[in-house]
């Protein structure tokens, strides 16, 4: 007993224990001990077809935001790895995000890296997850946007890690969830002033080429909001990366 409790860390036993009494299976096929096994996750089409971010109207090569939207401060643009309408991406990101499973920054980490590689976008300077408030970090216990941008930082290149930032951008009031606002002016007007950027770690974006990661977009006004910030702080390109987005 003594050797086991020497070579077993307490969270292994802790994970042991729930997954003896919660045991995993595939959210697709139900295979066991994965939450979406290799086979199903390779069956998940990349989006093809990708839309400049602001109008969602033109198709533009890999989400850049098309000639008629661009602004001095905008966001160049957004990859969305793969649709909503695929019922184990949606099913899959609702279970990360709403019932904690935080193991699924994994295969969810995956498509996106598949997704930004199969792209004719750079490989980003810097990585920067969308921030949760404080108030909704402690209730969750992990930044669903953080996980997913260590998982890139780690696995798009191999041999070294770009770095990620995730102090630079705060988040400094607290929004209701962007869900829960049905209309689009009341979602943007959410957003507006919600986040600022760090003193301490503005040095970091001049002329950098940032990615900026989050799970789900809805409208996308959280990333150009905090777009426009990394922008008019100096970033060379900003560049936001989602698993999926809303209704697409
Ligand atoms: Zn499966
Ligand atoms: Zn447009």
Redesign the pocket.
């Known amino acids: 007993m003594q050797i086991l409790q020497d070579h077993i860390a307490p969270c292994r036993i802790k994970k042991f224990i729930l997954d003896t009494l919660f045991p995993i299976s595939?959210l697709?096929?139900e295979?066991p001990d994965e939450w979406?096994?290799e086979?199903?996750l390779d069956k998940i089409p990349l989006k093809r077809e990708q839309i400049c971010p602001i109008c969602e109207k033109a198709t533009t090569p890999d989400g850049r935001v098309c000639f008629k939207c661009k602004r001095k401060y905008s966001i160049d643009g957004l990859l969305t790895a793969a649709s909503y309408k695929n019922k184990l991406v949606s099913g899959a990101t609702h279970y990360y995000k709403y019932r904690f499973i935080e193991d699924l920054h994994i295969p969810l980490g995956k498509i996106l890296t598949k997704a930004l590689l199969n792209s004719d976008l750079a490989l980003p300077d810097l990585i920067i997850p969308i921030p949760l408030h404080q108030r909704r970090l402690r209730w969750r216990g992990f930044n669903q946007s953080g996980l997913l941008a260590e998982y890139l930082s780690l696995n798009l290149t191999s041999g070294f890690k770009i770095p990620t930032a995730n102090n630079l951008i705060i988040r400094r009031k607290y929004t209701p969830p962007q869900m829960k606002i049905k209309d689009y002016s009341q979602r943007i007007k959410n957003m507006r002033n919600a986040f600022e950027i760090n003193p301490v770690e503005k040095n970091k974006i001049k002329e950098k080429r940032i990615l900026l990661v989050d799970d789900i977009a809805t409208t996308g006004s959280t990333l150009f909001e905090c777009a426009k910030l990394l922008k008019k702080s100096g970033a060379r390109e900003v560049f936001g990366l989602v698993i999926a987005r809303q209704g697409n």
């Open positions: 595939c697709s096929c295979k979406i096994c086979e199903c």
